[in-house]
């Protein structure tokens, strides 16, 4: 009874009654819908709206009007790493992580309370990324957040391994997922004074295609839940000093991850019920499963 409210259901019906009846209102809602969908889309090839969760813009070129300086393509590792990856250690790498911040055109800012799990694999040279993702966030969509298949979240795996082209680049991995294959930086590491153990961690993916970047990805990523304006400023800092601000790592261009409570409780209604009976709750790692296999 609590899947649909009665008054959804006719608003609905009334709704679609007007615009199948009325052609000047189907017309227009048409044209309406069309234009909002090719702003969308120009705006992400611009790379001028929502850069830190949607820019698909094809080679950014982040000139600086003071200097000469273009960033075309992708950077080598030495370009954008700091001194604290030189000695990184895979072992430490490992376990549970908490994302803050993020610039990905594949993660969009509804998208909240993200994690990431690391395994390593048995030879130790390898790992298993396992991303765990719940959306709609309550902040953006507070009237239906709870109502999602994603409320309890979804994960979906990809795989890294080390010393793919016979060198051995501290914190460079090769990573594999959703029929591709591209670099991961680790870029910069802060670790715990008494245990040594990382604490907080800037990564960076890219793709190029004859030169051309078609893709970056940068990851803010902590082992604690929470994170104070203070340390996410220190973490652009960082970056910024690393050379990652050309490519979307400045406040401006990053989306910072909605958090629920730690111990707030799973959602519990008829609509979980639903969507737990069908499977869509594995829907995200079955279709990672069927692309790897294309």
Not at 51 to 78: F, H, M, W
Not at 84 to 91: D, E, R, Y
Request: charged share 20%.
């Amino acid at each position: 009874a609590d899947l649909v409210p009665i008054s959804f259901l006719f608003g609905n019906i009334a709704f679609i009654a007007i615009i199948w009846l009325v052609q000047e209102i189907r017309a227009t809602l048409m044209i309406v819908t069309l234009s909002a969908l090719v702003a969308y889309i120009g705006s992400g090839l611009d790379g001028q709206a929502g850069l830190g969760d949607y820019n698909i813009q094809l080679d950014d070129d982040n000139s600086n009007p003071l200097t000469t300086i273009v960033r075309k393509g992708c950077p080598a590792p030495e370009e954008v790493q700091l001194s604290s990856v030189n000695n990184f250690n895979l072992q430490k790498y490992k376990g549970h992580w908490y994302w803050h911040k993020v610039h990905d055109w594949t993660q969009f800012k509804e998208v909240y309370d993200t994690t990431l799990d690391i395994s390593l694999t048995d030879d130790g040279k390898g790992y298993v990324n396992k991303l765990n993702i719940k959306a709609p966030s309550p902040q953006s969509s507070p009237l239906s957040w709870d109502k999602s298949p994603l409320a309890n979240g979804a994960s979906y795996t990809w795989s890294g391994k080390v010393n793919v082209d016979g060198t051995d680049h501290p914190g460079v991995t090769q990573e594999t997922g959703f029929g591709v294959k591209f670099p991961n930086y680790v870029v910069d590491v802060q670790t715990d004074k008494d245990t040594g153990e990382y604490q907080e961690l800037i990564q960076f993916q890219c793709i190029e295609v004859g030169g051309v970047r078609l893709y970056e990805g940068i990851d803010f990523m902590s082992r604690s839940p929470e994170m104070s304006d203070a340390q996410l400023t220190a973490m652009h800092s960082r970056a910024e000093k690393a050379g990652l601000y050309p490519y979307g790592a400045s406040p401006e261009q990053m989306h910072r991850i909605e958090r629920r409570p730690v111990d707030a409780t799973k959602v519990d209604n008829s609509w979980q019920t639903l969507w737990k009976s069908i499977g869509v709750d594995n829907i995200l790692e079955q279709l990672s499963g069927s692309i790897e296999q294309i």
